[in-house]
């Protein structure tokens, strides 16, 4: 039963551009990751890092417009942005950007860890974090899937968690990076893929990720905009399934109406030629990669990423 499931959900990643399958998770799974999340959430809610700027930029103004129209940032986060972009800017030699931010490379630039006006938030880096989200990035079915588009030597982008918050507008449209900063005709062949293990149950009320079925063929880019699209469909499933869908397939977060968070733990893969979007080696203590499994290593970019030549 599961090798046919596969079958069906690859087919559906390629011609759809997302599938969905449930009841993955038992009821354990889920306590455990829930437990796990909400601890860090709460931690990280209480104490944002906020570095002290060693300097000011010299585009601050710029990088305050961006983000004021870009994402729904309240402006404490938004200083927050601006002192670690000072921060990491000052640990690689003080080297600006040649290009307006709108064109920046996502993976090299801070990004809202507070949005929706603080209702709602990510956790980065999950897997120096949280020890029950390991077991999720090397998942057999996931695995299965991944490498069936990627190929086996496939890396680990970002593993990350989100919580949508109660009475929030949702996302607006896009395709993952890189292929935000690639010209339009996109590649014809999927780079990344994206998948959210579903930690409550996703419906068309709380926040549920919003996908344009087929978009991925279209080789464009969707507008970067709010609300709905003619052609939408919405991803909803019980708690404990997982929603897999390639980074090209126009998608979104949708309105959370409802009286509680929606949350979900992202694990974001690319090919091995490709830039993580994290650099987990820095993010993860030694003595805890060490235990991992030699498949987990090489995902977070154990013998995976350039070496020193010389």
Known sequence: MLAEQIQVAHKELLQQGYTIIENVLDTGQLSALRSEIDTILAQERKSPWDPTPTHTLANENELRDFFSSSYSASPQEIDRLIHRISHTQSEQLDTEWPVPVAAYNKNFLHLPTLFDDDRSQRIWNLIGKSEHSRALVEHPLVMELVTGILGPDCVLHDCSATSIGSQTAGGAWHVDAPLGQLPEPLPDFPLTTQNAWLLDDFTSQNGATRVVPGSHLTR???????????????????????????????????????????????????????????????????????????????????????IVRG
């Open 220 to 306: 464009l880019k969707p507008q970067w905009r709010e609300g709905d699209m003619e052609e939408e469909i919405i991803l909803t499933a019980p708690a404990g399934s997982l929603a897999l869908w390639l980074s090209n397939t126009w998608h979104r977060s949708g309105p959370n109406t409802t009286a509680n968070p929606r949350r979900a733990i992202l694990c974001y893969y690319g090919r091995s030629w490709t830039k993580p979007f994290n650099d987990f080696r820095g993010g993860t203590a030694p003595e805890i990669a060490a235990s991992f499994s030699n498949r987990l290593k090489y995902l977070i970019g154990y013998s995976s990423n350039p």
